[in-house]
């Protein structure tokens, strides 16, 4: 009997310490950021928010994740079907590399463009001849997102590739259909929601994206100054509310974009 | 066509991944092996290392810890309805949404000087925010999900017959967790370590707001590399960087590793 109620106390022990660190880990910091951006009323966010800079910024970096994402949509569904369907030394190599931009600090990924495309490296001085430059202009920003969102396509179209039944292929092929008719008819419909669900985790990540961004992008406001590194100047200039008015719309779009994923993978899951 | 599509993809790979590391790895001996070594040698590089080290250990402790629970409560527990269930799960995925920045932001916002708690801690002599506590939970929030997300489906498919067939035969609660649930999730487990190592190593923006980034203080590895960058002292922020990355490189290959003793299990 006592060993029975040591055991009641026990369970009743961990799990509310368990949910008590969930609790105050996860939700109270994300309660407390929406509590403070409304602190001072509706007028005052509308305010922080429309302010041009805050504005600029987060236009410029939807508009250049949205870029970013693109290029991975492609890049990643290329790379996944070739290293799915083709054997080719070094493919292995390859498939463990891909998830090296989850595994790099994103300073170093910061530091590596920046060595890559400055104006003393071979890349930077070509670009530089033809008239443009890459590093603290808006091309290094796409470049810094494209590298840190990189494995998200691959990652969710490779296990729809693993699984997909090659009868409905063949039945295309037997059918008189062409190679690129079977791959626009059959194979990409069955990749789709791999790309899109990947593409999504993709671009909120681009959303979110600071160390790359910061070392590379010049941070100039206006032009190359993206929302995630105009919040930390103010945070360093001390105006804590136009950071979280800034914060909570970012936050806001950021989490619309992650239940759609769930809500879509649910959907497969149960459907 | 099939080549194009090979080559294509090589490329890709070289230009974006491998390139990049081989040039952070010449950088950082491009004045030979003493630059490099002097790189590391200063007092502030091993004193930031020595932060992240830190930071790492006690971070991947707590978190695998309560993401084993979390996780085996949030599939199995029968003390929480389904809805509560399915409201929490989606509440475990948020920091990867949040900004690192943003992330950081929220911890000052609770627990800076200016706030109530924070002064609350501040009288008991405890700082948390441009402190080591900040910095852990900064890591602790950003890397809360990974390993939750690696045990959970797992524990899903596995089901709880033989669990429940343990339990019917006498097992107890611990006997059954080590002697049947643990073999079965072990991998995952590891895997989600290995992902919480690496991203408590890399994590920049969290840290760096709430730390301040303070020399010999609250510095860390990769807000020192931030901070040669910025003070132009490439070589030094190279050889940072090439140890980074060579522990990333490391980690990845532990990936490869559970994620291959994942699948025969």
Known sequence: ?271 | MRRLWIGLTVAVFSVLLIIPVIRIAMGAFDEGWGGFARGLARPETLHALYMTGLIVVIVTIVNTLFGVMLSLYLVRATWLGNKVKQLLNSIVDLPFAVSPVIGGLMIVLLLGPETALGALFNKAGINIVYALPGMIIATLFVTFPLVVREVMPVLQEIGSAQEEAAATLGASAWTTFWRVTWPSIRWCVVYGVVLTVARAMGEFGAVLVVSGNILFKTQTATTLVYQDVENFNLTAANSIALVLAAGSVTLLLLMEWAKSRREVH
């Open chain 1, 1 to 271: 009997m006592s060993s029975m109620l040591q055991g009641r106390w026990w369970s009743w022990g961990f799990r509310s310490t368990v949910m008590l660190y969930f609790i105050v880990l996860i939700i109270f910091p994300i309660i407390g950021i929406y509590g403070q951006s409304f602190s001072s009323g509706w007028a005052a966010f509308a305010d922080n928010i429309t302010e041009p800079l805050a504005w600029k910024a987060v236009l410029l970096t939807v508009k250049l994740a949205l870029i970013a994402t693109v290029i991975n949509m492609f890049i990643g569904t290329m790379s996944a079907w070739v290293l799915i369907r083709y054997r080719f030394p070094g493919r292995r190599l390859l498939n463990s590399l891909v998830d090296l931009p989850f595994a790099l600090p994103t300073a170093v990924a910061g530091l590596m463009i920046l060595l890559l495309l400055g104006p003393r490296s071979s890349v930077g001085g070509l670009a530089e001849k033809l008239g443009f430059t890459i590093l603290f202009h808006q091309p290094a920003i796409v470049i810094a997102m494209v590298f840190v969102t990189f494995p998200f396509v691959i990652r969710a179209v490779q296990p729809l590739l693993e699984e997909m039944d090659s009868s409905e292929e063949e039945a295309a092929y037997t059918l008189g259909a062409t190679k690129a008719a079977t791959f626009w008819k059959v194979i990409l419909p069955s990749m789709l929601p791999g790309i899109l669900s990947g593409a999504m985790l993709a671009f909120s990540r681009g959303l979110a994206e600071f160390g790359a961004v910061v070392l590379v992008a010049g941070n100039i406001p206006g032009k190359t100054l993206i929302a995630s590194v105009y919040i930390f100047g103010e945070i360093e200039s001390d105006n804590a509310i136009g950071a979280t008015a800034v914060s909570v719309l970012l936050l806001t779009f950021s989490f619309l974009i992650l239940w759609t994923v769930n809500y879509v993978q649910m959907r497969r899951k149960n459907g």
